[in-house]
């Protein structure tokens, strides 16, 4: 299929989702790490999600008779605080809407409305992480970090003396 536009946005935005899918798994062991389980917890279910996602993208790409490169747009970074840990995310959802944005458009100028079905339904799935990153950030500033980190971390365990 001569789609030379939407296999390269394919292309694109899978090595795009395999990029956040390890970030979410970076981050996810970074606060497990900080003893921060609960939102590790989160992260890994957004690294499953974002693996949903390179995988819909790599069958797609396989559809259109692509050549699928499994390589990351960029190399996951490691977040040396919780802020930055949300900004880096947020700044990756608005790139990664913006361009699935973009494509949808391509895909239909192509003639290829399976393509242009794909980048707006992943596009929607990344509206609600940006939002979700955005309610963080903001619950992040007014709570301050301690009681932020308070509500993320698991209840101690109480040990019965029972003998």
């Given at each position: 299929m001569n789609k030379p536009i939407t296999k390269q946005n394919l292309q694109t935005a899978l090595s795009m989702e395999l990029t956040a899918m390890h970030q979410y798994q970076l981050h996810?062991?970074?606060?497990d790490d900080w003893g921060m389980d609960l939102l590790a917890a989160k992260m890994r279910e957004e690294m499953m999600e974002e693996m949903g996602h390179s995988e819909a993208f790599l069958v797609r790409l396989l559809f259109l008779k692509g050549e699928p490169r499994v390589e990351h747009a960029k190399l996951p970074k490691r977040a040396t605080s919780?802020?930055?840990?949300?900004?880096?995310?947020?700044?990756?959802?608005?790139?990664?809407?913006?361009?699935?944005?973009?494509?949808?458009?391509?895909?239909?100028?192509?003639?290829?409305?399976?393509?242009?079905?794909?980048?707006?339904?992943?596009?929607?799935?990344?509206?609600?992480?940006m939002s979700w990153l955005e309610l963080q950030l903001d619950l992040l500033k007014r709570m301050g970090e301690p009681a932020y980190i308070a509500k993320h971390m698991p209840a101690p365990t109480t040990h019965s003396s029972a003998e």
């Open positions: 996810a062991c970074v606060l919780l802020k930055e840990m949300f900004e880096l995310d947020l700044a990756d959802e608005t790139e990664a809407i913006e361009f699935y944005s973009k494509a949808s458009v391509e895909a239909a100028q192509e003639g290829d409305i399976g393509g242009r079905l794909l980048f707006e339904r992943i596009a929607l799935d990344e509206e609600g992480h």
